[in-house]
Structures are given as structure tokens and as C-alpha cells.
């Protein structure tokens, strides 16, 4: 019998969410135990957001570069060199890692654990030989690049966002399969770093955002040269050449599209396999582990947050839930996981940002709503910036409490901020529109947005009839 460690909390998995339960538990003396089988920070700083980000960036400044005329600037042509963006990439790893690593978190007094773990029973966990035994448990095992079943795949090599930011080497034309933000986001980085890209999606990009603005995204990047191919069907893939070529499905035939280099992104699927849930007796299934609003398994003992539990993938929703736990856990708090205000940004450029309902969810769910939009165009910062695509849109009810918004436009998930205070504190949006805002900043929008809510009743003949009475008082 392997080293019986006792702890009052014990983590499984090192990614925002585990890191966030272990930090601050121990910060409120819980002794805690930390196991992870592979690297800290888990995927969003290691292949997820942060390495995506970072070659965002990079793109952005060479695309600048194309982009100066309008400005005065003679436009250039950069010389991209992907060995130098990578270096430029890891960099940036390396600068957060030391906020992740096994160091500090054992300078906080968590037991770190490099291994992986398995429950052995209801209220025990086994990891290299030592057996944990802790008052809770929580599974934060995160997810990995789902790969669809497709024929031929398994004799072609391709690359996921697990494997895409290894490249050092340009690739010469980029096919994406999925049109989700994981593969607009990368379609669009590696089109302004100079690669020709096309993108293969089954229904249309960025499905789950507001068809409206998602529209505005799929203009600008047709117009930077991306290919979008939306409403196809992949048939198979096979080799072609010292590349690949994508078989596409059609009523006229087959159509084949051949690239140098295949990225699939078809979204996440949950890490569950080889824990030992059926020892503990948690219920899961390949989408994730089954929690209640409070965020326990079956087990009540044991917790699961981010995309283990197969809810929202997002690094800050796993850091929200990682809040829920451990006010249960340790408070005995019978806090509650509520999602109504939780964004999600798609970090294109533009940008594209929600919160709360979109029109066709209020509308299902209301019925008798109201609409705002404003367009960047009429905001003055965007125009000394020539950055006048997008919009803000607002979702209200009719006595003015904002339900959701969406804004697609430069700096867009900066700007939903306001938008995430106004749903999750059930605001009026005349909380926005009487907001003094600074000029000239791209913030206005939220503003003029809000306080076109009263413009049909402030501008009507009913209004100016007021005036004109109260006029002729002097």
C-alpha cells in the first residue's frame, strides 16, 4: 500500500479552473492536494487561449502593415518569419507560466501531485502509488480537440489547436474544417500572416452567435481573402501530393479541395475516460460529468467544473465555477451556478462579443421585445481610427431591463463589459444611457446604443407638443 495522504480538498486537473479551487483553498487554510497527469495551466496556457492570442497579435501587426495608405502610411508587404513568431508565442507562455507552476503553488501549501489520478471508491483517489483520501473532491480535467469520425483522416497528418502552434513553418494554404471561433480565429491569424486559407463548414460560421453579427466577421474575412465554403459536407479525406485534399459532398458530384496543411476544429470533448468515475459512482457520459446548479456529481462529495462537467468551455466560466465550489465546499454556502451573464468573445478582428439572450432566444422566450442597434460608423473614435465596421445590438424588454447584447466591432470584448453588469444586475438600460461616457472613445457606442431606447418616444409629436407649451411660459 502506497503513502495515505489526508486533505480536506483534493483537485484533479490543473487547468483555470483547478488551479483556481487549489489556490483558494489553501489561501483559506484547507490543506489541499493538486494532481495533474500533464502540464500546469492546462490547456488555455499551454495550446488554448494564450498561444492562440499571442499568434493573433502577431497577425494583427503584420496585417497593419498591408492597411497604412488610408493613413499616409505607404503600405508594405511584411516578411513573416514563423520560427521568430513562435519564439514570439512561447514567450508569452513562458511569461504566465510561473503563475501556474507547481513553485507557487506549493509556496501557497498545496500539495502538488504530477500524476495522474484515479478514484479507487466514493471518497478516495489513487495517483502514482499514493492514495488521497479528502473530506471533497473536485474533477477539473478539462477537454481535447474533438476529431470527427471522418474517412481517410486517420492516413492523412493534420493538426488540431493542440498541435497547430508547434508549426514552424508557414503553411502554404491552410484548410480549415469547422467554422467555429477556434477555426475562424486561426483561419484569419494564419490569412494575415500570408498563408491562403479556406474554411469548411458544415452549416454556417460561428453558429451559436447572433446571425446578424456574425455576418459582419464573415464579410471582412471573405474581403482579407479567406475562402468561407458554408453548408458543405466533408466526404472523406486523402493524401494529395506532399499535402491533403478534403472530398467534399455535393448534388452535382464531388469536389475537391486541396491544401498543404489541414487544421480540424469541430469543437471540444470532455476529458472523463480513465478517471474511475464508475468507482466513485458519478454519472457521465462522453459530453461531460452530470452537476446539479451547486455543481456536484451523483457523489455528493464530488464536484465538477469547467469542461469536465461539459457545460460552457470557457476559461473564465471554469474560474466562475471554481468560485461556486468553494463556497460549498468550505462555507457550506448553497451557492448556485447561474449562467444568464456570461460572456463569450470570439477574438477575430472584429471582434465579436455576447452576453445574456440573442434576439431570436428573446424573442422565443418574451415574445414583445425591443431592438437597439448602433453602427461604429457613427462613433467618432472608430472613424479617426478607420476601424467603422460593426455594431452594437441590445436586446431589452419593453420597460427598458436589458435582456442581452452583442457588439462586433473593434475591441468588442472590452466593450461587452458594461453589457455583463446590465444583464447580471437585471439593469435598466437607462443605467447605460445615463452614463457620462469619456469622447472620443470607442465606449460611446454602448451609450448612443442605450439611449436610442427613448428616442421614439423623446423625439415624438406628443414630446415636441410639450415643449411648445411649456414655451409659452416664458
Same mark, same amino acid.
Given at each position: ?100 507552476? =507547481?513553485? $507557487?503553488? !506549493?509556496?501557497? @501549501?498545496?500539495? /502538488?501531485?504530477?500524476?495522474? *489520478?484515479?478514484?479507487? %471508491?466514493? +471518497?478516495? #483517489? ?107 459536407? =466533408?466526404? $472523406?479525406? !486523402?493524401?494529395? @501530393?506532399?499535402? /491533403?485534399?478534403?472530398?467534399? *459532398?455535393?448534388?452535382? %458530384?464531388? +469536389?475537391? #479541395? ?217
Amino acid at each position: 500500500m502506497g503513502e495515505l495522504i489526508k486533505a480536506d480538498i483534493c483537485v484533479i486537473g490543473a487547468g483555470s479552473g483547478g488551479l483556481s479551487v487549489a489556490a483558494g483553498a489553501a489561501q483559506l487554510g484547507a490543506p489541499t492536494v493538486l494532481v495533474e497527469a500533464d502540464r500546469m495551466g492546462g490547456d488555455c496556457l499551454n495550446v488554448g487561449c494564450v498561444p492562440s492570442k499571442s499568434l493573433i497579435a502577431a497577425a494583427k501587426h503584420a496585417h497593419a502593415l498591408r492597411q497604412g495608405g488610408p493613413f499616409g502610411i505607404a503600405p508594405a508587404e511584411p516578411r513573416v518569419d514563423m520560427r521568430a513568431v513562435k519564439r514570439h508565442i512561447d514567450q508569452v507562455i513562458a511569461g504566465i507560466a510561473p503563475h501556474d507552476s =507547481v513553485e $507557487r503553488f !506549493e509556496g501557497l @501549501g498545496v500539495r /502538488v501531485i504530477e500524476a495522474r *489520478a484515479r478514484f479507487t %471508491g466514493p +471518497e478516495e #483517489v489513487e495517483a502514482d502509488g499514493r492514495r488521497i483520501r479528502a473530506r471533497r473532491f473536485v474533477v477539473a480535467t478539462g477537454s481535447r480537440p474533438a476529431v470527427p469520425p471522418l474517412p481517410g483522416l486517420d492516413d492523412v497528418p493534420f493538426f488540431t489547436n493542440e498541435t497547430i502552434f508547434d508549426r514552424r513553418a508557414q503553411p502554404e494554404h491552410l484548410i480549415v474544417i469547422g467554422g467555429g471561433p477556434i477555426g475562424m480565429e486561426l483561419a484569419q491569424a494564419h490569412r494575415r500572416l500570408g498563408s491562403r486559407v479556406t474554411v469548411l463548414e458544415r452549416s454556417a460560421i460561428l453558429p451559436k452567435d447572433d446571425p446578424e453579427l456574425a455576418d459582419v466577421v464573415r464579410r471582412i474575412a471573405a474581403a482579407e481573402g479567406v475562402d468561407l465554403r458554408e453548408g458543405v459536407e =466533408v466526404a $472523406r479525406v !486523402e493524401p494529395h @501530393g506532399n499535402g /491533403v485534399a478534403v472530398v467534399l *459532398a455535393g448534388e452535382g %458530384g464531388e +469536389e475537391r #479541395v486541396a491544401g498543404s496543411d489541414l487544421l480540424v476544429a469541430t469543437g471540444r470533448t470532455a476529458n472523463v475516460e480513465g478517471l474511475g468515475l464508475e468507482a466513485a459512482g458519478i454519472d457521465y457520459t462522453p459530453r461531460g460529468i452530470a452537476v446539479d446548479r451547486r455543481l456536484r456529481t451523483s457523489n455528493r462529495r464530488i464536484y465538477a467544473i469547467g469542461d469536465a462537467a461539459g457545460g460552457y468551455q470557457f476559461t473564465h466560466a471554469a474560474g466562475y465555477e471554481a468560485g461556486i465550489v468553494i463556497r460549498n465546499a468550505l462555507f457550506r454556502l448553497p451557492a448556485k451556478a447561474n449562467y444568464d451573464a456570461l460572456p463569450w468573445v470570439t477574438y477575430t478582428d472584429p471582434e465579436l462579443a455576447q452576453v445574456g439572450l440573442t434576439e431570436a432566444q428573446a424573442r422565443d422566450r418574451h415574445g414583445d421585445i425591443r431592438v437597439l442597434r448602433w453602427p461604429f460608423h457613427e462613433n467618432d473614435r472608430a472613424q479617426a481610427e478607420r476601424a467603422t465596421h460593426g455594431l452594437v445590438k441590445v436586446i431589452t424588454r419593453r420597460n427598458g431591463r436589458v435582456l442581452g447584447a452583442g457588439i462586433v466591432g473593434r475591441h468588442a470584448g472590452e466593450l461587452i463589459h458594461t453589457w455583463v453588469l446590465a444583464v447580471g444586475q437585471r439593469l435598466k438600460v437607462g443605467a447605460v444611457a445615463n452614463m457620462i461616457a469619456p469622447y472620443p472613445t470607442l465606449g460611446e457606442v454602448n451609450k448612443r446604443a442605450a439611449g436610442s431606447y427613448y428616442a421614439p418616444t423623446l423625439f415624438s409629436d406628443r414630446t415636441q407638443k410639450i415643449v411648445r407649451f411649456l414655451a409659452r411660459f416664458g
